[in-house]
């Protein structure tokens, strides 16, 4: 078998630029071990033929890495996405078709420069979490035999985890792109809805789906979004991507809130508890905060997924197929679906106006944080479990992955370490939507931060971005009269503004009291010497409203970069030189408060 070879994005990059290897040598000898792997795990159902990936090893000949930025990537494609010329499935022979053209994300990656390496298998019509509902073969864990791979992207997970591809290409609806990658030792983006076209997709529920990646680090799933969040005229439910979220938002993340649920459930599993635990004090050792949340609204969100009406959703993709060969569809499959005939427009409207009220309730709450940790499954079942309990087992790999499409957050599952039995164990990072790339920053520092092996055998992931990580809130600095209750802190609040910390500037400001114009004004200016710090605040408010809260802003002031006491920058309150015309210094007094009070003491009868 083909030794592992290190298939990280940017490793491959520099091996083809270096001629170590190049695609065609390279693409052939993984292709020949996937063909090895594929009777024990099932990972594929149809892997391309050396003619079949002639097309795209020819279109890269001539061509280099600096002109493709996926050039000779293999990434795998689940087998309910679409591939020119290949059948696509959904891991059901009797709903097979001739693929006419390929789904947009798998056209948008071949253009790249990426080369398919076949369609993977998964539980049938992407319902399911376990990777064993397929008449393709079960698809057993990567690490340990005794385990599944985790579905519904199942055969996706195997072929990052079995060194086959860089990343692959798998759907979620309800955990099916973050229980795999989870049970795989794999990073599983489940980007905000409609970030990644789903044209080319059969659907599980459509109003839901979301295209995921899989891949070994969280930096390559930041550059594959990067590459590959469009909007798409094929698909209705494709979404713009915010300027705050595009690849330069891609960073360190210096200091957060992360939501920990007050309540959480192991199901009696005797290592998870211990395992978040110590994934808690990790995010703190990054400089995280942790916050107790209230999970059981999301939870009840969960459940309006398969006790509600987006069953018919899904029925309405496979019901005709059932109605008219009940055979063709797996029993366990089939026991879902058959619940969707007689759902009324009443009970749809029902569900929907309650998932509205509990998405208010956690919208609430997602904005009091960053992010919210939790475990990426209660504990991991066993094939023996699933085979006798194929139900209930399932829905136990959900109990923390289903809610996160229905209220439109988006998610990041990460490794965060492993069970005794080798078994790898992670957890998920989800926040409010469009702040992907901020999970991934999160989850990025994360890998960091714990050091554990990497699929493939490689030691380590990338060094920390030297940029700092962006989210949709903005922080500022602030010096004056938009302190904690003083008289222009309505400004924030009124905006959604919250305080994060009371700390001081960098020993390199002066301070003064602005002459004429509106009263309560300071001017804080940067100096080369005799500097001091400067106390000032730090709020956050929402992205969207930094724009009218900075064009309310009088001169001489405006926004800058301020530099703080442990020598972190953040945007802030700066004044222009030329405001410093009659001003009088107050650096003494500290900050404008202590300037305030001295005042306040001075104009008091002796």
């Not at 492993?418 to 790339?437: A, C, E, I, K, S």
Request: hydrophobic share 40%.
């Amino acid at each position: 078998m083909t030794p592992a070879f290190d298939l990280r994005l940017d490793s491959l990059r520099v091996a083809y630029s270096e001629g170590t290897t190049i695609p065609r040598q390279l693409i052939g000898e993984l292709r020949d071990k996937a063909a090895a792997l594929n009777p024990d795990f099932n990972l594929f159902i149809h892997l391309l033929s050396p003619t079949e990936l002639e097309p795209y090893l020819a279109a890269l000949d001539g061509k280099t890495p600096a002109e493709l930025p996926l050039f000779g990537v293999p990434f795998s494609i689940k087998d309910n996405i679409d591939l020119a010329g290949i059948s696509t499935t959904a891991a059901c022979p009797a709903f097979a078709y001739l693929a006419e053209r390929s789904a947009t994300i798998v056209e948008q990656l071949i253009a790249l420069g990426a080369v398919p390496m076949g369609k993977t298998n998964l539980d049938q019509f992407a319902t399911g979490l376990n990777g064993t509902r397929s008449p393709y073969g079960e698809c057993r864990n990567s690490v340990h035999p005794d385990y599944p791979s985790g579905g519904s992207s199942a055969g996706s997970s195997l072929a990052v985890a079995l060194g086959v591809s860089s990343f692959a290409l798998g759907t979620d609806t309800a955990g099916s792109g973050r229980v795999p990658a989870s049970l795989n030792n794999l990073v599983g983006l489940k980007a905000s809805k409609g970030l990644i076209s789903t044209a080319g997709v059969v659907p599980a529920c459509r109003t839901l789906d979301c295209v995921t990646f899989f891949t070994a680090t969280a930096k390559e799933a930041s550059q594959l979004l990067g590459l590959t969040a469009r909007v798409d005229p094929r698909d209705e439910y494709s979404r713009a991507n915010p300027s705050w979220n595009d690849i330069s938002a891609f960073g360190t993340v210096q200091s957060f809130r992360f939501g920990v649920p007050s309540q959480l459930e192991f199901l009696g599993c005797p290592e998870s508890p211990a395992l978040y635990e110590n994934t808690i004090r990790q995010l703190e050792a990054m400089g995280g905060e942790a916050v107790p949340v209230d999970l059981a609204p999301f939870l009840e969100a969960a459940r309006l997924l398969y006790e509600g009406p987006w069953v018919a959703e899904r029925y309405s993709v496979a019901g005709d197929l059932i109605e008219q060969n009940a055979d063709a569809v797996l029993p366990v499959i089939r026991a879902v679906l058959e619940q969707a005939p007689g759902t009324t427009a009443v009970q749809l409207f029902r569900a929907e106006y309650r998932l509205q009220q509990l998405k208010a309730v956690c919208d609430r709450i997602m904005a009091e944080v960053d992010c919210i940790l939790t475990p990426a499954y209660p504990r991991p079942v066993t094939l023996n479990e699933l085979h006798a309990e194929p139900v209930k087992r399932n829905s136990d790999l959900g109990y923390y992955t289903n809610f996160m499409n229905m209220l439109d957050y988006a998610a990041v599952a990460v490794p965060a370490d492993f069970m005794q039995n080798g078994l790898p164990w992670g957890v998920t990072l989800f926040g409010r939507v469009f702040t992907d790339q901020y999970l991934l920053s999160l989850a990025g520092s994360l890998q960091r931060q714990h050091s554990l092996p990497l699929v493939g055998g490689n030691a380590s992931s990338s060094p920390a971005p030297l940029n700092p990580a962006r989210n949709d809130r903005a922080r500022v600095v602030v010096c004056g009269a938009h302190l904690d209750g003083l008289p222009l802190n309505w400004q924030l609040k009124q905006r959604g503004g919250t305080l994060l910390e009371t700390t001081r500037s960098s020993p390199d400001y002066k301070l003064y009291a602005l002459a004429g114009g509106p009263p309560f004004r300071p001017g804080m200016v940067r100096v080369t010497e005799q500097g001091s710090a400067i106390e000032i605040e730090i709020w956050e408010v929402p992205g969207s409203e930094l724009g009218s809260f900075l064009t309310g802003i009088p001169a001489p002031l405006g926004l800058g970069k301020v530099q703080l006491a442990n020598g972190r920058w953040e945007t802030g309150f700066i004044c222009e030189a030329y405001g410093l015309e009659g001003a009088r210094e107050i650096t003494e007094f500290g900050g404008w408060r202590g300037y305030l009070d001295a005042s306040l003491d001075a104009s008091k009868p002796a």
